[in-house]
């Protein structure tokens, strides 16, 4: 059974930074493609980040340049680093496994305020 | 803007079948295959379509979905009050290098 458990969320002010997490069993990191996709609250789905099993990364455009995509082998876990948030980064942050986003975690909520 | 249109609600009876249209381009749904997705209130989005017409295991065959150029249509038959949900198309866009999703559809069961 593929699992994947988002942590790392919470409340963060404007300009700062956070890390979220994506504890992964059943597939490894490594050979499947990872995703991150995001809702802003009441809004719809909007993909943010992939890393391929190749290692090659592709970002947003709304988040190129701030956000960085990353993978712990050893720990099989999938890791967002986000960097000078914004107001309109708040959002429910999801990791998907797979090229077809086949399997997803529950999310964990991050929220960029003052 | 989302890059796929989708219209922003559906509804239907039980016992209906009500379908979902996707409208992109020839970057996004022309060159690609497209996925559907189901998110229940409260929950996580989950996996219902992929590449355009197969169903995961577990997904009733009262779902279906079908590609056709630039276009994409989810279709739910025999409707029942437990398919309300936001509906998502998805697809790989070559010019944009990523995923794009519709905006959503919000099936509402009469």
Redesign the interface.
């Known amino acids: 059974e593929v699992l994947l458990v988002e942590t790392g969320g919470g409340l963060i002010q404007p300009g700062g930074s956070l890390r979220v997490s994506c504890a992964v069993s059943g597939v490894t990191v490594t050979s499947n493609s990872m995703?991150w996709?995001r809702q802003a609250p009441g809004k719809?789905?909007?993909?943010v980040s992939?890393i391929f099993s190749g290692g090659n990364t592709?970002?947003?455009?709304s988040v190129k340049g701030r956000f960085t995509i990353s993978r712990d082998n050893s720990k099989n876990t999938l890791y967002l680093q986000m960097n000078s948030l914004r107001a309109e980064d708040t959002a429910v942050y999801?990791c998907?496994s797979g090229e077809?986003?086949?399997?997803?975690?529950?999310?964990t909520l991050v929220t960029v305020s003052s | 803007q989302s890059v796929l249109t989708q219209p922003p609600s559906a509804s239907g009876t039980p016992g209906q079948r009500v379908t979902i249209s996707c409208s992109g381009s020839s970057s996004n749904i022309g060159g690609n295959t497209v996925n559907w997705y189901q998110q229940l209130p409260g929950m996580a989005p989950k996996l219902l379509i992929y590449s355009n017409t197969l169903r995961p295991s577990g997904v009733p065959d009262r779902f279906s979905g079908s590609k056709s150029g630039t276009s994409a249509s989810l279709a739910i038959s025999g409707l029942q009050s437990e398919a309300e949900a936001d509906y998502y198309c998805a697809t790989w866009d070559d010019s944009l290098n990523g995923w794009v999703f519709g905006g959503g559809t919000k099936l509402t069961v009469l």
């Not at chain 1, 719809?44 to 993909?47: P, Q």
């Not at chain 1, 592709?58 to 455009?61: C, E, G, L, P, V």
């Not at chain 1, 077809?100 to 999310?107: E, F, M, S, V």
């Open positions: 995703s996709v719809g789905l909007e993909w992939l592709y970002y947003a455009d999801y998907a077809i986003l086949d399997y997803w975690g529950q999310g």
